[in-house]
């Protein structure tokens, strides 16, 4: 099911994904997600570890230029990342994992506006 609401850390991206998610595809490591700008990842959690940021060096892709801001992320099964393209208040979580059968990724939005209660919408996206 495509999203076409516009809701926190949703564009109008060409696959209509949320979090800036533009395709999630199968690769030996797990799933990798393409983004439709420079993420800025705020963790990384591996899932045979409970130490934040273990792992990350060997699973970056499509290094831009600035600390931590990526293109894509490879993230095996069960490892979650959280990120951000804009302001702090709007961000999101992301975790490789099998849904129904399929491999792929349950990517949550989040947006936590100063006085408001958080908005939170999430969409498990299957690899290609």
């Known amino acids: ?33 393409d983004f439709s700008g420079n993420l800025r990842v705020l963790s990384i959690r591996r899932a045979d570890t409970s130490e934040p940021d273990s792992g ?3 699973r970056r892709e499509s ?16 490892d979650t990342a959280a990120g951000t393209m804009s ?11 099998v849904h129904d059968g399929q491999v792929g990724v349950t990517a949550r939005s989040i947006m936590r506006l100063h006085g408001l209660p958080p908005t ?7 690899a290609e």
């Open 56 to 58: 990350v060096s060997a």
């Open 120 to 126: 939170t919408t999430t969409e498990f996206i299957a």
């Open 1 to 33: 099911m495509i999203a076409m609401a516009v809701t926190p850390a949703t564009g109008f991206a060409e696959a209509a994904h949320i979090c800036w998610i533009t395709q999630v595809s199968r690769v030996d490591e797990g799933v990798k997600v």
């Open 87 to 97: 302001i702090p208040e709007d961000y999101c979580q992301y975790k490789a994992e």
């Open 63 to 78: 290094r831009s230029a600035g600390s931590m801001q990526e293109r894509s992320l490879v993230l095996a099964m069960g």
